[in-house]
Each structure stands twice: as structure tokens, then as C-alpha cells.
């Protein structure tokens, strides 16, 4: 009988750290790259038709796009159990950036045209998790739901041999993000590997709308 209550103890106290895991807040950090899905035919032709509205037209031209860089956020989050936790986060994505070079005639002579525009975001985010533990391994798989509390700017500038003219607006919106990650949890830490999707960031009337993607190693802490 003592043996059994020795055995018992033993079991007890192998549980606590686990189930102490499973429970409370946490905190982290993650640094990664994003990565802007820009539409460079459909800015083309946004840029034409904008010149033809103010009776240019384009001759000929070229365009580029620089679409990722590097992101980072941070994290402070609470799991309610094994399988459930929610998350607030600051995130960092980073900037966008098209450029093009034109020929434009006003049906008199021809000038050399640059139009370069640029578009950034980053802001708050809440979002819900929901974990499944492979196992006794130390592993999990989790996907991510939520919002995305977007705080963007744009810039337009167009400049000639002669003049620039530059135009700017910014716009705060609420995009839904998802994501799916691994995690691997060792003591009070878990390293992550996590694909996440901000989906139309921006405003549609100001600073325009585009989907980020964002991939990221990062750690959590749990307190």
C-alpha cells in the first residue's frame, strides 16, 4: 500500500508542470518576412488612366515592384487550456513600393515621366488560437483567426525633368488575418513556426487594398 501511494505522489507531481504549461499568460517575440501581393498590370494601368485624365498619354515605359522585407512583432497572450488561447500582438509589415518610368506626350512634345508609389502598415491585432498536441512529444499544430487593426499610409509621387508633385493619405481599417504554425515547447518555452495572411490591408479609397503574407520564427515565454 505504501508503494501504491509512493507511486501515486510520483504521478501527481509529474503532471503539475504539464498541466501548469496548459494554463496562463505567456509572452513573445517573432521576426520573419512579408511579403505584399501587389497587382503590377492593374497599377499600370491605374497610372494610364490617371494620365489620361488630365489629357497626357503614354508612349512607352516600364515598371518594377518591391514587395517584401523584413517584418517583427510582439505578443502577449493567455491559453485557457490545452487546446485554446488568444492572443493580442503588435506587428510591423513592413513596406511596399512601385516605381515606373514613362514617356508621356501631350500631343506636342514628348517628357520623360517617374511615378513612384508606396504604401506601408503595421498596427495591433487579436486573434484566437486553436492548438492540437501531437502527442506527449512537446510538439503542436495550431491555426490562427482574427483581426487586424491596420494603421497604413500611401505616397504618390510623380516627378518630370522640371517638377515633382507628391500626394499622401493614410487610413486605419480592420482586415481579418489567419495563420498555421507548429510549435515545439521545452520548460516555460515554445519555439514557433508560423504562415499568416492579412487579407485586403488598407483602404480601398485611399490608400488602396492588398493582401500580406508573412512567414516567421519566433519564441514565447510563459510566465
Do not use: C
Not at 17 to 34: C, M, V
Not at 38 to 45: A, S, T
Not at 135 to 151: K, L, P, Q
Amino acid at each position: 500500500m505504501k508503494r501504491m501511494h509512493a507511486l501515486v505522489g510520483l504521478a501527481v507531481l509529474a503532471a503539475m508542470p504539464a498541466s501548469a504549461a496548459e494554463r496562463g499568460f505567456y509572452w513573445g517575440l517573432d521576426a520573419g518576412q512579408y511579403a505584399y501581393g501587389l497587382d503590377r498590370n492593374q497599377l499600370d494601368d491605374q497610372i494610364v488612366d490617371t494620365l489620361n485624365a488630365v489629357g497626357l498619354s503614354v508612349i512607352d515605359g516600364s515598371s518594377e515592384t518591391s514587395e517584401d522585407g523584413f517584418s517583427w512583432g510582439l505578443t502577449l497572450g493567455y491559453q485557457f487550456f490545452r487546446f485554446l488561447a488568444i492572443e493580442a500582438a503588435y506587428v510591423d509589415l513592413g513596406s511596399a513600393e512601385y516605381k515606373a518610368n514613362l514617356d508621356v506626350t501631350d500631343g506636342r512634345q514628348v517628357v520623360p515621366l517617374k511615378a513612384t508609389l508606396t504604401g506601408d502598415s503595421s498596427g495591433a491585432a487579436l486573434s484566437a488560437l486553436g492548438i492540437l498536441p501531437i502527442w506527449d512529444t512537446g510538439w503542436d499544430v495550431y491555426g490562427r483567426a482574427g483581426v487586424y487593426f491596420s494603421n497604413g499610409d500611401g505616397t504618390l509621387r510623380v516627378s518630370s525633368d522640371s517638377r515633382t508633385d507628391g500626394f499622401s493619405d493614410s487610413a486605419n481599417s480592420q482586415e481579418f488575418l489567419w495563420g498555421v504554425g507548429t510549435g515545439y515547447t521545452s520548460g516555460q518555452w515554445t519555439l514557433r513556426l508560423e504562415y499568416q495572411q492579412y487579407m485586403d490591408v488598407g483602404d480601398e479609397d485611399t490608400t488602396g487594398e492588398v493582401d500580406v503574407d508573412r512567414i516567421t520564427l519566433g519564441a514565447i515565454y510563459r510566465f
